[in-house]
């Protein structure tokens, strides 16, 4: 077992992502995560064929749950590792990036979260990561991404003790 292996779980909540599953899968092994929960939003029975035979655990809770109960069901379903790393199922993470995310972590131990740079196919960045609203902030979210920051958060990592200290796994 690595040492990432031994550190992270990922959960993926899937809703209808078909063959694009198996390749965020592929590459979280590839960094060392052993501990894959996918969550299946969609249609019951919409998941496995796209898992082929990937060894996950696999979350059926036979609705839609939405995104975010569907991570607290999925992390939930993680085997309690010091950090949870939440992806969506379309993200394909670079050789070393999780490694990177919780260098940062771990040098900051007052960080609560890491978010990576995200590259559309062509290396261009996805402006995914918006300023954390607040009430002196109340304008921040806007629909098309105005308002963007080049740090994403599409896949990210946690300290768990963080997460289940904010209501996390409890949904």
């Known amino acids: 077992m690595s040492d990432l292996a031994a550190k992270v779980s990922a959960v993926v909540v899937d809703y209808h992502a078909d063959d694009v599953l198996g390749g965020c899968i592929d590459s979280l092994r590839r960094n060392g995560i052993d501990d894959v929960v996918v969550v299946e939003n969609g ?46 199922p379309d993200v394909v993470v670079h050789d070393g990036a999780i490694a990177e995310l919780l260098a940062a972590l771990e040098e900051h131990p007052n960080y609560a979260i890491a978010g990576p740079r995200i590259l559309r196919p062509d290396g261009s960045v996805y402006p995914s990561h918006r300023v954390f609203p607040n009430m002196a902030c109340t304008r921040c979210w806007r629909p098309c991404g105005q308002r963007t920051r080049q740090l994403g958060a599409t896949a990210l990592a946690t300290p768990t003790a963080r997460w289940t200290g904010c209501r996390g796994p409890a949904s």
Do not use: H, I, K, Q
């Open 43 to 88: 249609a019951v029975g919409s998941t496995p064929p796209a898992l082929g035979d990937r060894s996950v655990t696999l979350v059926t809770p036979g609705l839609n749950l939405g995104y975010g109960r569907g991570v607290n069901r999925g992390a939930a379903a993680t085997t309690r590792t010091e950090f949870l790393l939440v992806s969506n």
